[in-house]
């Protein structure tokens, strides 16, 4: 099918077209496809060499939806399974299946493959992969599909599913269906090895998602093998950042600069802060949430005409996605931004005027020492304290810590009033800025904390303190799709992991509102011989979407029908939900209850529900 258009032809690494197409080409990396026992069924043989080639080329996970047509690539996943080769999980669901899928490589930075038969199955794969795609996460679809003879037709379950997923993918390949030849087996390794090497961005710099639509005749398979143990290989190499030319940049000292940090800036971001002497405006998704120069109540600051008015630069890493303050920061005409961005195509570009830079140093004049450095980041650091100080005496008006002084004492008044003091913390209602809080201070540096696109994301971001942790969270296109799913493969990689090394492995945190978890509900089922992961589920549940009550027209709509149509509200037994999926539950109503919920999670997968006012 070579005269077929593929998503990503401009930046593929080598093949666009059908299998025949992707064995002849010269530039084909080179595979090690040894010999292996065939079975007759050009399916099967096909489905070995493709998985075994995924495998070899350091793919570790691999996730299968049932269906007819992809049968013969799920029965050898199960053996790669057995093997010891791959870990497979199954999922009946396609749209949690290629969650699960992102959650694994977004943990581990190597792509997984997710497994789909064809029609609608391959639809659902849709949002996974646009989310991959956004945030540069390394994803291998593969889909089954009809031969040619039967597309075109309106064969059942038979849809124009090469190039379905357009742009948003960095490679695809339409590949025709095997016909039992022997070249076959070096052409599927061949394809394999493409794919991972695009997936990652070996030539492009450009991770993210890759698609290869693979056609199989009747008979669909045989009984699988048995494959040698373990035969696992190793990622390629990921090209340098200069793949993009995008250069390294020092910053010299001048204008007034704020360093602002998106989702997945990573370290580099405090680093360059630190290094910098300049205020870090970090979101709690960036992996740079912490630090000395953090500036956590960086939206106040930004509209204060002392502080975010006279910022005349701003070094951005990441994708900001927060708060409204500080686009409006990046898209000031006064306002010279810099983007770093060492991978992606396409990077983050506020008004179109951003200068594009692969990595940032600071200028090696700095004196970090000087009054001018230290007075301009005391001033930022120092005013966040007292705006986070009073945001929480404005809170909880009556949450006054016990005297401790009291509690020593012989006088018995005193130490009746420490204990009612104490007690009265203990029974204090719940709210937003305190569950918050809590799941924060009981997240450590083995755990791992996951925030849905709910309301609280942004509760989280506003308020705590900085704090070095591994926060997930799918901020490429900010959808509440798939947020258990993204977290159970986060924690199951994760977990995994820290068990191969012999290290504590945590617990996997998820927050997020009720609308969010109704909304992926059915990643909740975890089938025979899956593994139930450390994974606490912890619900916001105000029942509803408390979120667009900030949007302004929430003060002129009609009540009756902004509830109806944006509120959403419902009465969902959170523990018949729950007991359905076969899950622990939990609620917690006051702060004693839910520091105890948190402090020691149940084994395996649990929901904590806690009640939350409008």
């Known amino acids: ?67 007819s047509r992809s049968q013969a690539l799920a029965l050898v996943a199960a053996e790669l399974e057995r093997s010891g080769s791959a870990r497979l999980h199954v999922r009946i669901d396609e749209r949690s299946g290629g969650f699960l899928a992102l959650g694994l490589a977004r943990e581990t930075g190597a792509p997984a493959v997710v497994i789909t038969t064809s029609g609608t199955a391959t639809a659902n794969l849709h949002p996974a992969v646009l989310e991959a795609h956004e945030a540069g996460i390394p994803l291998i679809v593969v889909t089954g599909d009809r031969p040619e003879e039967l597309r075109g037709i309106r064969s059942n379950q038979t849809t124009q599913q090469d190039g379905l997923y357009a742009d948003a993918v960095r490679w695809s390949d339409d590949v025709d269906a095997p016909d039992g030849a022997p070249a076959e087996d070096e052409q599927a390794a061949a394809l394999a090895a493409t794919a991972v090497r695009a997936a990652v961005g070996a030539e492009t710099a450009d991770p993210g998602p890759v698609h290869l639509n693979v056609a199989f005749r009747e008979p ?40 602002v940090a998106g989702a997945d800036a990573g370290p580099a971001a405090e680093h360059f802060a630190r290094d910098a002497g300049l205020p870090l405006l970090a979101e709690v998704s960036s992996g740079a949430h912490f630090g000395p120069n953090l500036v956590v109540s960086y939206r106040e600051l930004l509209r204060d005409e002392g502080f975010g008015g006279i910022v005349r630069r701003a070094v951005v890493f990441g994708h900001p996605t927060l708060s409204r303050e500080v686009p409006a920061l990046l898209t000031r005409s006064d306002v010279e931004v810099i983007v770093v961005a060492p991978t992606g195509r396409q990077a983050y570009n506020p008004a179109h005027r951003a200068r594009i830079v692969g990595a940032v140093e600071a200028d090696p004049a700095t004196d970090l020492r000087s009054p001018e450095v230290r007075g301009w980041v005391g001033r930022w650091v120092f005013a966040s304290r007292r705006i986070a100080e009073q945001a929480e005496r404005d809170a909880n008006p009556a949450a006054v810590a016990p005297d401790v002084d009291k509690a020593r004492s012989y006088e018995p008044a005193d130490a009746l009033a420490f204990a009612a003091a104490e007690l009265a913390a203990i029974r204090a209602p719940i709210t937003r800025a305190l569950l918050a809080e809590a799941v924060w201070r009981y997240t450590w540096p083995h755990d791992r904390l996951v925030l849905g696109a709910s309301r609280l994301i942004r509760d989280v971001d506003r308020i705590v303190p900085g704090k070095k942790i591994s926060v997930h969270a799918n901020r490429g296109l900010a959808g509440i799709d798939g947020t258990i799913a993204t977290a159970t493969g986060i924690a199951l990689a994760s977990q995994a992991s820290a068990e191969a090394a012999g290290t504590p492995s945590g617990v996997t945190r998820v927050l997020l509102g009720d609308l969010a978890l109704l909304h992926d509900a059915g990643s909740l089922l975890l089938g025979a011989g899956e593994r139930r992961p450390h994974l606490q589920v912890v619900v916001g549940n105000d029942r509803g979407g408390t979120i667009f009550d900030g949007l302004e027209v929430a003060a002129t709509a009609a009540s009756e029908a902004f509830d109806r149509v944006l509120y959403t509200p419902h009465s969902v037994d959170f523990a018949a939900l729950a007991a359905a999926y076969g899950w622990h539950y939990s609620v917690a109503r006051t702060k004693g209850e839910l520091d105890q919920a948190l402090s020691a999670p149940p084994a395996g997968v649990s929901i904590l529900e806690v009640p939350l006012d409008r």
């Open 1 to 67: 099918m070579a005269d077929r258009p593929h998503a990503g032809d401009a930046t593929e690494p080598g093949t666009t077209t059908g299998t025949g197409t992707a064995a002849r080409e010269t530039d084909a990396p080179e595979t090690d496809a040894p010999e292996r026992q065939r079975t007759g069924n050009p399916a099967t043989d096909f489905s070995l060499a493709l998985l075994t080639g995924f495998v070899r080329n350091g793919v570790r996970d691999i996730v299968v939806s049932p269906g």
């Open 220 to 259: 669909l398979s045989v009984a699988v093998p048995p494959l040698p143990e373990t035969m696992r290989g190793e990622l390629p190499e990921t090209a340098p950042p200069a793949a993009l030319d995008r250069a390294t940049e020092v910053v010299e000292a001048g204008p007034p600069t704020v360093v």
